[in-house]
């Protein structure tokens, strides 16, 4: 929770971008630029937010300062309905959904051929993310670095409604219904009502209605299973970094993996502190953001790396 009560009058000069998609909807891409000339070859970081995130989270706020701070062009990729507009289509976003990702991926390596790529993705973004590098081997970004992802949907979706972790279920699900409401406000003889929706009290719940029926999955289980992130790390073949905390009140020991289901190219790192996409330490007064150094630094021993 502390990036969220340090960070409140960060400002960045955005630049924003629709990038209409094959199905007639729309992603919104938020840009910052480095104060340095761009160049061809100007390294760029393209950002998955988390659940019901934007370009307007602290982290997401964080990175992109961080990123122009070392001359790189960053950029976040807004999911259906993320950006403060609605989208089109009845359906939305959810953790495993990647057409979004790789269009946006897509876009971004023709308009720039030849700047190195990098993705990051955090919590529902980064199992999204794991989802998108496991399917897509030859992907033309760089490296990736995914933080907080919920690698076990189902353990995930168990976990938040027991004790504190009910506080952030209720958080995330009333904007989730919200948001969702008003979406049916918009569409013609939408298959939920106003009311259905407001009578819903997890993220199950919303899953079973919502997410799985508009998205072709049997139901939230079947989302769970087919969407869930920790059998997919194997079968990534871009160097990854993976961050998990110990202490993430969103998951439990088996979102954690196991040496066996990591591939050889993911460094996987398991901190015993940092909370759900936090990772504060120093003090209230000289807060340390540590994600901040630290993913910047790994993509730049990336760059360094010669090519195979």
Request: hydrophobic share 35%; with cysteine; net charge positive.
């Amino acid at each position: 929770m502390l990036p969220t009560f340090l960070r409140r009058k960060q400002k960045l000069k955005l630049t924003w971008q629709q990038l209409n998609l094959a199905d007639g909807d729309f992603v919104d891409l938020a840009w910052v630029d480095s104060p340095q000339q761009s160049s061809a070859e100007q390294p760029i970081v393209v950002l998955f937010h988390g659940l019901e995130g934007s370009v307007d989270s602290p982290y997401a706020k964080g990175m992109l300062q961080a990123s122009q701070q070392r001359g790189w062009r960053a950029v976040v990729m807004h999911f259906r309905g993320c950006s403060g507009k609605p989208n089109k289509q009845w359906r939305g976003y959810h953790s495993g959904e990647i057409g979004d990702a790789s269009a946006c991926i897509n876009y971004l390596n023709e308009q720039f051929p030849n700047a190195p790529l990098f993705a990051l993705g955090y919590s529902l973004g980064g199992n999204m993310l794991v989802n998108y590098l496991a399917k897509t081997p030859n992907s033309p970004i760089k490296a990736a670095a995914i933080v907080s992802p919920p690698l076990d949907l189902a353990a995930c979706s168990e976990r938040l409604q027991q004790g504190f972790s009910r506080v952030y279920q209720h958080h995330l699900l009333s904007r989730m219904k919200r948001n969702l409401r008003h979406k049916i406000g918009l569409i013609d003889k939408a298959p939920l009502s106003e009311e259905q929706v407001k009578t819903w009290r997890n993220f199950t719940q919303f899953d079973e209605h919502y997410t799985a029926k508009a998205h072709g999955f049997a139901g939230a289980a079947d989302y769970y299973q087919r969407c869930s992130g920790l059998a997919l790390l194997k079968d990534i073949r871009h160097p990854t970094l993976l961050i998990h905390a110990a202490d993430d009140p969103f998951m439990d020991q088996r979102v954690i993996p196991q040496g066996h289901q990591l591939s050889p190219c993911v460094d996987y790192r398991l901190s015993h502190r940092g909370g759900h996409v936090g990772f504060v330490n120093g003090s209230l007064l000289r807060p340390n953001f540590w994600l901040e150094t630290t993913i910047p630094e790994w993509f730049q021993q990336q760059l360094e790396r010669p090519a195979k």
